[in-house]
């Protein structure tokens, strides 16, 4: 099936046979996991069951950050995991998000009422609390430091709704913009990469709000379906009653303004992703945070003006992902990724809405196309370390 997907992209089938031939281990080599213990072991094991895309990234990381970022996602998943899950009440969800970072110094503490697929990670929090423990001070001050942060933001909104769209970037700032500010300090403190990058908290939130704001849009019927509203009110309410009425087919027309009017917010951020990627210097990092930027500037601009937001799942194709993962290891092949993909939406905006020439959408694009080309005049900063950097001329 995804080979079928792909027969209209020769480069997609080409990379598709490349992959499965041994073509990912240049950006996603082998891990020795002889020489862990059982306790890390078993981390490795929930990072790669409870995310495919990211458990990728995070196993290619160099040296000890790759245990850190490890742990650092898997406390953030049962955090998440918490806040998702809807059978747990009110009074007790409050209260477990505000002090969810005191679970990480308690030995023996694990939930085992959750519903949620992604349940093991709650139900064995002392093995993910124990290797916590055994990461260096100064990791375990900043995967903390979030872990509270969030939890306190999560909780607030708990008790209210996603209403303007400075609420959504609020929003988006606790569940996703944090995760950019303490990978970021997890980068810094490993001397991996340069002190501004985990002190340059704007560049690093807006790094987590394209993810999240992409995520949100994508999402929506999985969404609403179980009773979770995370589009901004101030947005859907220009076109619906409700937030669910979006789905209904006579709203069509209504729902994909609404579905654009979000995109379009989304991509003000790339700016902030662009110049924040072209500070990186180990190639390990940089694969890490470019290749998720990257397929989520693919997924919106499949979103766009795209019905099946509201009546499925929208997905890039699988041949599209491998081809981004193994091309986005350089600041010039992002840059040509990313006027691809602008370019693209773009011309669905011209066909569509051919009165928009001045809208948002072209103003926030209109900041990312120089700073493209600013970029592919720049050298290289990608240091080379412990594998290939694939250089840019």
């Known amino acids: ?102 679970y990480l110094y308690q030995d023996e503490w694990c939930f085992t009422e959750s519903q949620e697929k992604d349940r093991q990670v709650l139900e064995d929090f002392p093995t993910i609390s124990l290797e916590f423990r055994n990461l260096a001070q100064e990791y375990r001050d900043v995967i903390s430091d979030i872990c509270h942060r969030m939890g306190v933001g999560m909780a607030e909104f708990l008790e209210k709704k996603v209403g303007s769209m400075k609420e959504w970037d609020q929003y988006c700032h606790y569940v996703a913009g944090l995760v950019g500010i303490g990978l970021s300090q997890l980068f810094s403190a490993s001397q ?61 027309e209504s729902a994909l303004s609404c579905l654009n009017l979000l995109v379009t917010d989304a991509l003000r951020h790339v700016p902030d992703v662009i110049t924040y990627l072209s500070r990186l210097r180990n190639q390990s990092v940089f694969n890490f945070c470019a290749i998720p930027q990257v397929m989520a500037i693919a997924t919106l601009s499949t979103c766009y003006n795209n019905p099946m937001v509201f009546q499925g799942v929208v997905k890039i194709r699988k041949g599209q992902a491998v081809t981004l993962m193994m091309e986005a290891t350089n600041m010039r092949a992002v840059q040509n990724i990313i006027t691809q993909y602008s370019q693209e939406v773009g011309c669905v905006v011209v066909s569509v809405f051919p009165a928009f020439t001045t809208s948002t959408f072209f103003n926030a694009v209109g900041l990312v196309l120089p700073l493209c080309r600013f970029y592919r005049r720049s050298p290289s900063p990608i240091r080379h370390g412990t594998r290939p950097c694939t250089s840019w001329p």
């Open 1 to 102: 099936m995804d080979i079928l997907k792909s027969l209209g992209h020769p480069e997609e089938l080409f990379n598709l046979f490349k992959f499965k031939m041994g073509g990912c281990r240049a950006v996603m080599p082998k891990l020795d996991y002889e020489s862990m213990s059982e306790s890390l072991r078993t981390c490795y094991l929930y990072l790669n069951q409870t995310s495919r895309s990211f458990a990728a990234v995070i196993q290619a990381l160099d040296g000890e950050l790759r245990h850190a970022v490890c742990i650092f996602y898997l406390v953030l998943r049962a955090l998440d995991t918490v806040e998702d899950d809807m059978s747990i009440p009110l009074d007790k969800k409050v209260p477990m998000l505000n002090d969810f970072h005191t």
């Open 192 to 252: 991996l990469e340069d002190p501004e990058v985990g002190r340059d908290t704007e560049l690093a939130n807006s790094m987590g709000l394209f993810l999240q704001k992409t995520n949100i849009i994508r999402d929506y019927l999985e969404d609403t379906q179980e009773g979770r509203a995370f589009w901004p009110q101030e947005a859907w309410s220009q076109f619906a009653g409700r937030l669910e009425d979006l789905a209904q087919p006579e709203k069509l």
